[in-house]
Nanobody
Framework: QVQLVESGGGSVQAGGSLRLSCAATGYTYTSGCMAWFRQSPGKEREGVAAIGSGRILYADSVKDRFIISRDRDNGKVTISLQMNSLKPEDTAMYYC???????????????????WGQGTQVTVSS
């Protein structure tokens, strides 16, 4: 059974940085796509960044500010999201997601991902 657990959320002032991590257990798709999504109240879920299958993709809203990375150690896969130059509009619940599919077809579409974490809150104050 695949389980995703996020950590690293919190509160920060605009211009600051945070690093999110997601530990995936039971996830055996070595070429599978993993991604970060976010959602704030009253807004649709937004794909932030995706990694896998030799590809990395960012939403335009976070390009050049966020960096996604992926690591595998002893059967556990971890993805991280380094968030720099944070803005108040980055405030949202951030979710880790994983797919059995690769990242070559709409990786920032939530419908492509089978597995989801519970989310971690990021709050950026002005």
């Amino acid at each position: 059974q695949v389980q995703l657990v996020e950590s690293g959320g919190g509160s920060v002032q605009a211009g600051g940085s945070l690093r999110l991590s997601c530990a995936a257990t039971g996830y055996t798709y070595t070429s599978g796509c993993m991604a970060w999504f976010r959602q704030s109240p009253g807004k649709e879920r937004e794909g932030v960044a995706a990694i896998g299958s030799g590809r990395i993709l960012y939403a335009d809203s976070v390009k050049d500010r966020f960096i996604i990375s992926r690591d595998r150690d002893n059967g556990k896969v971890t993805i991280s999201l380094q968030m720099n130059s944070l803005k108040p509009e980055d405030t949202a619940m951030y979710y880790c997601a994983a797919s059995q599919f690769n990242c070559w077809v709409t990786p920032l579409d939530g419908r492509r991902h089978n597995y989801w974490g519970q989310g971690t809150q990021v709050t950026v104050s002005s």
